[in-house]
């Protein structure tokens, strides 16, 4: 495939609906998610998207019920403690973006060394953004820059202390379910995203529905202000 975006971010929505759709509780639909997520990953590698970013957890989605947040956090710690995981199994790169310092401690560790044990791979690099806030993270960085002793911003240095630091901007945005907003996602590296809002709930997304997704941002005309 030609015109493959570089990065990918996806909105993963539409669990609860589908978990309620089949008069099951909200928490299996996340269980489902985690398995579109696994296909998802390996759809990238196959089909050389270099960066995609999940959005898996809101800095708002605290918000939720304690029973929902906590089985969010059991199935990213199964998942990420699972022995040869598909991120090692199929030298697929992790790192995370968002403050990690709220999730329970054994939750930070398995991150933290999903993240040391994949460092050195240059494939495909799988960001997952957890209590990621669009606005957080811009307040963050500017609050880095400040600290270091900055005395003005600009775009560029923004855009670099921001938790995806040298990560290209994210050149096609998903969200699924069929819900037209962003919730706080990646407000600055969205600036000239291609948004694209498929109407499938997240538990039920495979590779079938990311190859339309790449057919849809490939026939788009991406002019940046300019003209063409
Ligand atoms: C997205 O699915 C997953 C997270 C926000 C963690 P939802 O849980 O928001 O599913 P709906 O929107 O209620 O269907
Ligand atoms: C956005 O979905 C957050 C994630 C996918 C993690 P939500 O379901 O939380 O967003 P709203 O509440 O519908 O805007
Ligand atoms: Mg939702």
């Given at each position: 495939m030609n015109n493959i975006p570089t990065h990918i971010g996806i909105i993963m929505d539409g669990n609860g609906r589908w978990a309620t759709k089949r008069g099951l509780p909200r928490t299996l639909g996340h269980k489902q998610g985690i398995k579109a997520i696994?296909?998802?990953?390996?759809?990238?590698?196959?089909?050389?998207?270099?960066?995609?970013?999940?959005?898996?957890?809101?800095?708002?989605?605290?918000?939720?019920?304690?029973?929902?947040?906590?089985?969010?956090?059991?199935?990213?710690?199964?998942?990420?403690?699972?022995?040869?995981?598909?991120?090692?199994?199929?030298?697929?790169?992790?790192?995370?973006?968002?403050?990690?310092?709220?999730?329970?401690?054994d939750l930070q560790d398995a991150l933290a060394n999903i993240k040391e044990q994949t460092a050195s791979f240059t494939d495909t690099c799988i960001i997952f953004a957890l209590n990621y806030g669009g606005r957080d993270d811009i307040v963050r960085a500017v609050n880095k820059l400040i600290t270091s002793g900055c005395k003005q911003v600009s775009e560029?240095?923004?855009?670099?202390?921001l938790d995806t630091g040298d990560i290209p901007e994210p050149d096609l945005v998903i969200r699924t379910s069929g819900e037209t907003r962003i919730s706080n996602f990646m407000l600055y590296q969205m600036a000239y995203s291609e948004l694209y809002f498929p109407k499938v709930l997240w538990p039920d997304f495979n590779e079938k529905h990311l190859i339309k997704c790449l057919e849809v941002y490939q026939k788009r005309n991406r002019r940046f202000g300019g003209l063409n």
């Amino acid at each position: 495939m030609n015109n493959i975006p570089t990065h990918i971010g996806i909105i993963m929505d539409g669990n609860g609906r589908w978990a309620t759709k089949r008069g099951l509780p909200r928490t299996l639909g996340h269980k489902q998610g985690i398995k579109a997520i696994e296909k998802t990953v390996l759809a990238c590698q196959k089909l050389k998207i270099k960066y995609c970013t999940f959005f898996a957890f809101s800095t708002e989605n605290w918000k939720r019920s304690k029973e929902e947040v906590d089985t969010i956090f059991d199935l990213l710690r199964q998942y990420l403690k699972k022995d040869n995981n598909v991120f090692l199994k199929h030298k697929i790169k992790v790192d995370t973006i968002g403050l990690l310092d709220k999730f329970p401690k054994d939750l930070q560790d398995a991150l933290a060394n999903i993240k040391e044990q994949t460092a050195s791979f240059t494939d495909t690099c799988i960001i997952f953004a957890l209590n990621y806030g669009g606005r957080d993270d811009i307040v963050r960085a500017v609050n880095k820059l400040i600290t270091s002793g900055c005395k003005q911003v600009s775009e560029e240095l923004i855009l670099h202390s921001l938790d995806t630091g040298d990560i290209p901007e994210p050149d096609l945005v998903i969200r699924t379910s069929g819900e037209t907003r962003i919730s706080n996602f990646m407000l600055y590296q969205m600036a000239y995203s291609e948004l694209y809002f498929p109407k499938v709930l997240w538990p039920d997304f495979n590779e079938k529905h990311l190859i339309k997704c790449l057919e849809v941002y490939q026939k788009r005309n991406r002019r940046f202000g300019g003209l063409n």
